[in-house]
Structure formats: C-alpha cells, structure tokens
C-alpha cells in the first residue's frame, strides 16, 4: 500500500508499504527521518516518541497505515526554520542531558509536550511527563537539568535551572 502523509511540515509518500509495518519503520528507512530511536518495539522505552496530529505517541506502536493524511512531526521537526537547535534540544546540549543518545530523541519529543503545555512544569510534573520515557544511562538529574533549563528559557524566568 501507499501511504501518504505530512512529515516535518512536508508531504511525504511511502510506497509498497507492508499494512504490519509501523510508523518507526517506515519514518526510519522509508521516508529519511532517522532520528527517532528503535530500542524496544514495545512502547516500553519511548525512546521512538513522535507527534501524531499534535500528540507525542510511540511510533513503535502505531501501524503505518494509521498515519494516511495525517501530520507527524519527529525529534527533527524541533528545530527552528533555519535549522538551528531549538531551545529543548539546545538545553539539553548545555546541560549534558544526552549520553549516549539513544533515548534522547523521545526525551525531546516528550519534554517539548510538556512545555508547549506547561511552561513552568513542577519537578513532579517533569518526571510524571518522562516516566514513559527511559534512560538506561544516567540517573535523570541532567535531564531534569534540562527540562528546568528549556523551561525556564521558554517561560521567561531569571536564575536558570532551578527546580519546584
């Protein structure tokens, strides 16, 4: 089958797609947006989180032809139009909150939900946004570093970095 769909704000077709394929797969190998990480196949990890229609969900999960005209923004959709590192993604820079990487990209996803919906998230709030979200190497401090950063550069707040 074919399926159409918009992806980072451009149309995108993906061909001789199998209806068992998911969302990761065909954004992974079939339409260039390597960015989001396959770990798990399960929705366990989200380290594959993407926006469908505006809400971050495990591409893992959901069946390709599921996504037939609707819009998908993935961890590379956060940069600014000029491609500069958006402030998620530069905050978690500064911070140090990306080790490895591999679950960063769904860290990012999900930490740009949180904002656009709460830009002054309590640390409560942070953790119970990333509880979905697992990070087999490090013990969250960064990332919680990174979210207060992001937050606190969104909403406008002097003395970066403090938490609630």
């Known amino acids: 089958m074919r399926v159409v769909f918009t992806a980072n704000g451009r149309r995108v077709e993906a061909d001789d797609v199998w209806e068992g394929e998911s969302l990761l797969y065909v954004l992974r190998e079939r339409v260039g947006l390597p960015g989001s990480k396959n770990a798990c196949e399960q929705g366990e990890c989200g380290s594959c989180t ?57 860290l990012l996803v999900q930490t740009d939900a949180l904002l656009a919906r709460d830009p002054r998230p309590s640390d409560g709030d942070i953790r119970e946004a990333l509880s979905g979200n697992l990070c087999r190497c490090t013990g969250y401090e960064k990332i919680m570093d990174a979210v207060r950063l992001a937050s606190a550069r969104i909403s406008g707040i002097s003395g970066e970095g403090g938490g609630a």
């Open 50 to 106: 993407v926006y469908l229609d505006g809400v971050p969900v495990c591409a893992c999960l959901v069946a390709a032809g599921q996504v037939q005209g609707r819009e998908v923004r993935t961890v590379e959709g956060l940069t600014g139009p000029d491609g500069a590192l958006g402030p998620v993604q530069q905050a978690f820079l500064e911070a140090g909150a990306v080790q490895c990487g591999f679950c960063t990209p769904g």
